[in-house]
């Protein structure tokens, strides 16, 4: 019932906005494209019923060589871990990077669909977890195998080198500076500029996002380990209780952002669990606390890293703890930064593809990833934001204010069709517009 009432409000949102002159986005259709559909939607289902945590992406890693080297691509596997490196040299010129994510996410799928992930593995703390595409890696791939082929097929077009890469262990902002270790930028041509897109629903399918200059936030994860001194749970007053101390470190941390970051700028401090405890009447001997914290400066980045420690530890000491906490700054990546001469240049040529109505610019976004690793190196680069969102159901969540599923929920589910089209016809624009041969427009 409220399915159908969804789909209903949309038509009548759609409706409106027709009615407006509002043109929402369709499927970027062009023969080559829509060649290369059907393969790369039968990749995207296979991968989606596979799905591999971070750093164990062994058959995904394979299949995506395979495919690329039946391309015509010479393909080098196990860079910086299951990390794969596919070039393809067509005369003199730039060389160019593309590059797609290999790794799933534990997290168990709930989207109903007929191909859903039911996998399960296990995590690097020995858990049986289920695994999904939730982040939208499976797309990536696909666009990148698709758009891999029709640059092979149609060397014309185009003059220079280009290099495609699986990168492993995104989601735990690892695999990229793996790659850049195992000799990314030593052992293969070191490229001329970077590129790389992410599918969300924050835009409706059919439509792309740029964002010149910061897109998205530096990352941290902390670990906080709080000590106590553990005892029954009828006597809290001959212990020092590590659960209480941690809620109020909870409460206190949330006044960093409220209280000490100068109003305007971003700083998100979340606090994603807390282990502590094996029984209702029992006071554990610590807590743990796992953290994630974003901004976009670095000066407010090292601001709020000091306070979360100042904070923690006055926290302890007020409690009495016996010991001081623990923090450990265990995953961090900084934030990626589009170059904007660059960002320039390729909106250009995706309005030429994707007319430009479907070419928006749009905010910075707070997730981080480690493509940033990528561009540390000196390289220029740019990240795309490609929408996921089926429009009607975009339209609806639009009108009722809500929110479709973000990236990582177990709802999460991108409009395959028309945004693996726009994937792979944004992927063909833009390397066709740096790798542009003479005489070509």
């Known amino acids: 019932m409220v399915a159908r009432r969804l789909m209903s409000s949309g038509r009548v949102v759609l409706s409106v906005l027709c009615a407006l002159g509002i043109v929402l986005p369709v499927a970027a259709a062009t023969p080559e494209v829509d060649a290369a559909y059907p393969p790369a939607y039968a990749f995207y289902v296979d991968l989606h019923q596979h799905p591999e945590l971070s750093g164990h992406e062994i058959r995904t890693a394979a299949k995506l060589a395979a495919e690329l080297r039946g391309i015509g691509y010479t393909v080098t596997e196990h860079v910086g871990g299951t990390g794969i490196v596919a070039i393809l040299k067509n005369g003199p010129g730039p060389t160019v990077m593309l590059r797609t994510e290999l790794d799933a996410l534990p997290v168990e799928e709930k989207t109903g669909l007929a191909y859903a992930s039911k996998v399960h593995a296990q995590d690097a703390a020995g858990h049986d977890v289920f695994v999904g595409h939730m982040c939208g890696h499976d797309l990536h791939m696909s666009a990148l195998v698709a758009s891999a082929g029709i640059m092979a097929h149609d060397k014309n077009a185009w003059h220079g080198t280009l290099m495609l890469i699986g990168q492993p262990a995104e989601e735990t902002i690892s695999g990229a500076a793996a790659m850049v270790q195992g000799g990314l930028f030593t052992r293969f041509p070191r490229p001329d500029v970077v590129l790389a897109l992410h599918v969300g629903n924050e835009l409706p399918a059919g439509k792309v996002g740029i964002v010149p200059g910061i897109y998205n936030t530096n990352a941290d994860s902390l670990r906080i380990t709080i000590y106590g001194k553990g005892g029954h749970g009828s006597a809290p007053h001959t212990t020092v209780d590590p659960i209480v101390t941690a809620a109020r470190t909870i409460l206190a941390l949330q006044t960093i952002s409220s209280r000490e970051v100068k109003p305007g700028e971003l700083a998100v401090i979340t606090v994603g669990y807390i282990n502590a405890g094996t029984k209702n009447n029992i006071i554990p001997d610590q807590a743990e606390l796992g953290l994630t914290v974003r901004t976009y400066k670095s000066d407010v980045r090292k601001q709020v890293l000091a306070a979360i420690t100042r904070i923690t530890n006055a926290e302890a000491e007020a409690a009495g703890a016996p010991r001081a906490p623990s923090i450990d700054r265990y995953e961090t990546t900084d934030a990626v930064y589009n170059d904007p001469a660059l960002a320039q240049r390729l909106r250009a040529a995706l309005e030429s593809t994707l007319n430009k109505d479907n070419v928006i610019m749009t905010a910075p976004i707070t997730a981080s990833e480690d493509f940033s690793a990528f561009i540390a190196q000196g390289i220029p680069g740019f ?33 395959v069709d028309p945004s693996l089209h726009t994937a792979i016809a944004a992927e063909v624009a833009m390397l066709r517009s740096l790798l542009k041969a003479e005489g070509k427009t």
């Open 383 to 415: 990240y795309l934001s490609l929408g996921g969102a089926n429009p009607e159901k975009y339209a609806a969540a639009a009108a009722a204010e809500t929110h479709l599923p973000s990236n990582h929920s177990a709802l999460f589910a991108p409009d």
